[in-house]
């Protein structure tokens, strides 16, 4: 078991949930929804739609060739650091992590709004690698990991609402960063927006982010008259899914065949989300849709996303999330086969594609780390899912480069879409293959 764990007594009984039975982890959920999106989005979505405006002022000598070249350091970065961002979790606690976060972010985009559009070297330093790493440090692995320390039998559920926290209130960053650049005159407001969110987020950690259960006198789940580790396991022993006792290292987790087919699985459902971003609108555009009509399959794909973490919070609990991962790579597959033999005259299946790309990556977000929490345990999880994360931004961030190759070359994207529509029936398939112990080890 890791440091930041801590140790567990058996001889003493474990205090009650806290007033009215009401369970912290709940809060611990919450928090980390909202730390998820004002730490590890908004510097993104801040990026998004300041750096276009900041790019038009005649004193910024930046094409857009370079522009995109920052958003590509900025992807990649967050995949490329996350091992080491697995391993501070792992050594400090996703508590510490978070606050590092914040406080690199609040410099880095104050440091951004004052000097960013000086050089292009300045901007891909501070935005693509500083923002990124600060941000990565506030999001994904900490956040998930935390979730997975506190909740066991309905870690599925846990990590499911915190996602859906994190969406419903990302819908409104975009709106709120525009009317602030609209209202100030300045791409620069954003990033001191930036800062001020981050401030909010560490606030947030520090009052109310705790590693571990133990940290408050509690067990996964709740607590119960038993020790700890007897807790854990009657929790483990009565879920309806596999989830191991023991924690595997991230060496024992390479060697399974599971952790491979946990990533083939995840993979594909990555590379349809890709295309869709790079070129889904170019696509339907490009066939004569209204960019109006576009723009709202784009709203719609935001909203199933959101309304299928809810959903699909209650099951995954319940069905083991690798074969609801399976569902998510039908849709995804089924949206890219629609893109692909799909006309101008089929708005309908315009808005099925976008339905579908929803449904698909909503999937995605909640059972993808859930599997490998469930499999592997919590002592290792930060680096598990730091190994795994690199391997979905790396090879999936080449989709927008290929597809956009494959276009060039046959003057469409439908092979693009074809080849990826097979890849995410390979990707269910191997979802089905994963096997699970008879019993927890």
Same mark, same amino acid.
């Given at each position: 078991?890791?440091?930041?764990?801590?140790?567990?007594?058996?001889?003493?009984?474990?205090?009650?949930?806290?007033?009215?039975?009401?369970?912290?982890?709940?809060?611990?959920?919450?928090?980390?929804?909202?730390?998820?999106?004002?730490?590890?989005?908004?510097?993104?979505?801040?990026?998004?739609?300041?750096?276009?405006?900041?790019?038009?002022?005649?004193?910024?000598?930046?094409?857009?060739?370079?522009?995109?070249?920052?958003?590509?350091?900025?992807?990649?970065?967050?995949?490329?650091?996350?091992?080491?961002?697995?391993?501070?979790?792992?050594?400090?606690?996703?508590?510490?992590?978070?606050?590092?976060?914040?406080?690199?972010?609040?410099?880095?985009?104050?440091?951004?709004?004052?000097?960013?559009?000086?050089?292009?070297?300045?901007?891909?330093?501070?935005?693509?690698?500083?923002?990124?790493?600060?941000?990565?440090?506030?999001?994904?692995?900490?956040?998930?990991?935390?979730?997975?320390?506190?909740?066991?039998?309905?870690?599925?559920?846990?990590?499911?609402?915190?996602?859906?926290?994190?969406?419903?209130?990302?819908?409104?960053?975009?709106?709120?960063?525009?009317?602030?650049?609209?209202?100030?005159?300045?791409?620069?407001?954003?990033?001191?927006?930036?800062?001020?969110?981050?401030?909010?987020?560490?606030?947030?950690?520090?009052?109310?982010?705790?590693?571990? @259960?133990?940290?408050?006198?509690?067990?996964?789940?709740?607590?119960?008259?038993?020790? @700890?580790?007897?807790?854990?396991?009657?929790?483990?022993?009565?879920?309806?899914?596999?989830?191991?006792?023991?924690?595997?290292?991230?060496?024992?987790?390479?060697?399974?065949?599971?952790?491979?087919?946990?990533?083939?699985?995840?993979?594909?459902?990555?590379?349809?989300?890709?295309?869709?971003?790079?070129?889904?609108?170019?696509?339907?555009?490009?066939?004569?849709?209204?960019?109006?009509?576009?723009?709202?399959?784009?709203?719609?794909?935001?909203?199933?996303?959101?309304?299928?973490?809810?959903?699909?919070?209650?099951?995954?609990?319940?069905?083991?999330?690798?074969?609801?991962?399976?569902?998510?790579?039908?849709?995804?597959?089924?949206?890219?086969?629609?893109?692909?033999?799909?006309?101008?005259?089929?708005?309908?299946?315009?808005?099925?594609?976008?339905?579908?790309?929803?449904?698909?990556?909503?999937?995605?977000?909640?059972?993808? @780390?859930?599997?490998?929490?469930?499999?592997?345990?919590?002592?290792?999880?930060?680096?598990?899912?730091?190994?795994?994360?690199?391997?979905?931004?790396?090879?999936?961030?080449?989709?927008?480069?290929?597809?956009?190759?494959?276009?060039?070359?046959?003057?469409?994207?439908?092979?693009?879409?074809?080849?990826?529509?097979?890849?995410?029936?390979?990707?269910?398939?191997?979802?089905?293959?994963?096997?699970?112990?008879?019993?927890?080890?």
């Amino acid at each position: 078991m890791d440091e930041h764990e801590g140790k567990s007594g058996t001889a003493q009984s474990v205090p009650k949930k806290g007033k009215g039975g009401f369970f912290y982890g709940w809060v611990i959920t919450a928090a980390c929804g909202l730390v998820y999106l004002l730490l590890g989005s908004v510097s993104l979505n801040a990026g998004q739609i300041a750096i276009p405006v900041m790019v038009t002022q005649p004193d910024i000598m930046m094409d857009r060739t370079l522009v995109g070249l920052g958003f590509t350091v900025f992807i990649l970065f967050q995949g490329l650091l996350a091992p080491i961002i697995g391993s501070l979790v792992s050594k400090k606690g996703a508590r510490l992590t978070m606050i590092l976060s914040a406080i690199l972010i609040i410099i880095g985009s104050i440091v951004f709004a004052q000097f960013g559009g000086s050089s292009t070297i300045a901007y891909f330093l501070i935005f693509g690698v500083w923002l990124s790493f600060s941000s990565a440090m506030g999001s994904q692995v900490p956040c998930q990991t935390t979730i997975s320390m506190w909740f066991v039998k309905k870690r599925g559920m846990a990590m499911a609402i915190m996602m859906a926290v994190m969406g419903a209130v990302a819908f409104l960053v975009p709106p709120a960063i525009n009317a602030i650049i609209q209202s100030t005159g300045s791409w620069r407001s954003a990033f001191y927006a930036v800062a001020a969110a981050a401030v909010v987020g560490l606030v947030i950690v520090v009052l109310f982010i705790r590693n571990k @259960p133990e940290d408050k006198g509690l067990v996964p789940d709740g607590s119960v008259d038993e020790g @700890p580790e007897e807790a854990v396991e009657s929790k483990v022993d009565s879920s309806k899914v596999y989830k191991t006792k023991e924690s595997k290292t991230l060496a024992q987790a390479l060697k399974t065949p599971a952790f491979w087919l946990f990533v083939c699985a995840a993979l594909p459902l990555y590379f349809g989300f890709n295309i869709n971003v790079s070129a889904g609108v170019l696509h339907f555009s490009g066939m004569g849709f209204d960019p109006g009509i576009v723009a709202l399959g784009l709203s719609i794909q935001g909203i199933v996303a959101l309304i299928v973490r809810f959903l699909i919070a209650p099951l995954i609990d319940r069905i083991e999330p690798v074969r609801v991962l399976a569902f998510g790579g039908i849709a995804m597959a089924l949206a890219m086969f629609i893109a692909s033999f799909s006309s101008a005259n089929d708005s309908v299946l315009m808005f099925v594609y976008f339905i579908c790309i929803g449904a698909g990556w909503g999937i995605n977000l909640v059972c993808g @780390p859930t599997c490998f929490a469930n499999y592997f345990g919590n002592g290792n999880f930060s680096k598990i899912i730091g190994v795994a994360l690199p391997i979905f931004s790396i090879v999936a961030g080449m989709i927008p480069v290929i597809s956009g190759a494959v276009f060039s070359s046959a003057g469409s994207y439908n092979p693009a879409y074809i080849g990826i529509g097979v890849c995410c029936v390979i990707g269910v398939v191997c979802s089905l293959l994963v096997r699970f112990p008879k019993k927890a080890e």
